[in-house]
């Protein structure tokens, strides 16, 4: 069917966009260059999407949702190692994904399409930890009294910088981007173990916009 043949060339022209985007991040996503890795005419981009930036955004979203869907921890791997995965990784496949999201981050300061992207990529990854963390309480893996959105809040302020978070949450993190990272963490979040979260075992934080 025509809507089937249409859909199948909008996805061609993603797919070629999100392998240039990681590839070469931002910079790389042209018309014409888009158009050539997707083997269509330019005028086809401008069919399927109302503009360049729309494209670019509905990239950054896609790769950004890419990333964090990768399984980077075994199966029957634990809580606290799911979390340690989301928040910060040495896998090499995230490193494409990870130069992307930091380029978002400085374009987002005069391109309003993608500053709505990155805003929503922040909120994706807000919402995964969240989960990690809700899962990890309800086992007795984790143990603590705050809000599991507010202990995630506080997770990834250690790995961005405050600015990044303005929007997001209504009062300053303890702790931001400070040497600390590595051997203390603003609040009590305790292991069944009895240890608090000290010294995560990872380099470098994923994201580190």
Not at 88 to 99: A, F, Q, T, V
Request: glycine share 6%.
């Amino acid at each position: 069917m025509h809507y089937l043949q249409r859909d199948a060339r909008r996805e061609g022209i993603m797919q070629a966009a999100m392998r240039l985007a990681l590839r070469g991040g931002f910079s790389a996503m042209t018309v014409r260059q888009i158009a050539r890795e997707a083997q269509v005419a330019a005028g086809q981009l401008h069919h399927h999407f109302a503009s360049i930036g729309e494209l670019k955004s509905q990239v950054f979203i896609r790769l950004i949702r890419e990333m964090l869907d990768m399984p980077l921890v075994a199966e029957d791997a634990s809580w606290r190692e799911r979390l340690f995965s989301m928040i910060g990784s040495e896998d090499g496949r995230l490193e494409p994904y990870i130069r992307l999201w930091r380029e978002g981050q400085v374009l987002a300061d005069s391109d309003p399409d993608i500053k709505a992207a990155y805003l929503l990529t922040m909120t994706m990854w807000h919402a995964e930890t969240v989960a990690i963390v809700e899962q990890g309480l309800a086992c007795g893996e984790f143990h603590s009294t705050e809000p599991p959105a507010d202990i995630a809040w506080r997770f990834i302020a250690l790995v961005c910088p405050f600015d990044l978070l303005d929007g997001f949450i209504h009062r300053t993190p303890p702790f931001l981007f400070l040497p600390v990272l590595y051997s203390y963490i603003p609040f009590q979040f305790a292991f069944s173990s009895s240890h608090t979260f000290r010294s995560p075992p990872w380099t470098p934080p994923r994201p580190h916009p």
